[in-house]
């Protein structure tokens, strides 16, 4: 079972940059999984922001291409999500989920990560 920790939310003023972490903390390695990061804003559905593949390719929301960066240690078992430029829009909880690789499904999520952007 693979269980995921997000940390690294904290309130921020609108154009500063945070850096989300998202941890295996169940032993188990992430190398053959694709990983995810999602956020959910106060009265809307979840939405994807970004993921990143077993082999190391990335796709990103449009809203966030450009601003955010999506990176893995598969030694470490930790995801990252560099968010810079950040909006007011951005606030939301951000959670991290992880599928094994050929799955359509993201089947393991974290508890998520509060981030607030102040304007």
């Known amino acids: 079972q693979v269980q995921l920790v997000e940390s690294g939310g904290r309130l921020v003023q609108a154009g500063g940059s945070l850096r989300l972490s998202c941890a295996e903390a169940?032993?188990?390695?992430?190398?053959?999984?694709?990983m995810g990061w999602f956020r959910q804003a106060p009265g809307k559905e979840r939405e994807f922001v970004a993921t990143?593949?077993?082999?190391?390719?990335?796709i990103y929301a449009d809203s966030v291409k450009g601003r955010f960066t999506i990176s893995r240690d598969n030694i470490k078992n930790t995801v990252y999500l560099q968010m810079n430029s950040l909006k007011p829009e951005d606030t939301a909880v951000y959670y991290c989920?992880?599928?094994?690789?050929?799955?359509?499904?993201?089947?393991?999520w974290g508890q998520g990560t509060q981030v607030t952007v102040s304007s």
């Open positions: 989920a992880a599928r094994l690789r050929g799955n359509a499904k993201y089947d393991y």
């Open positions: 990143i593949s077993w082999s190391d390719s990335s």
């Open positions: 169940s032993g188990r390695s992430i190398r053959t999984y694709d």
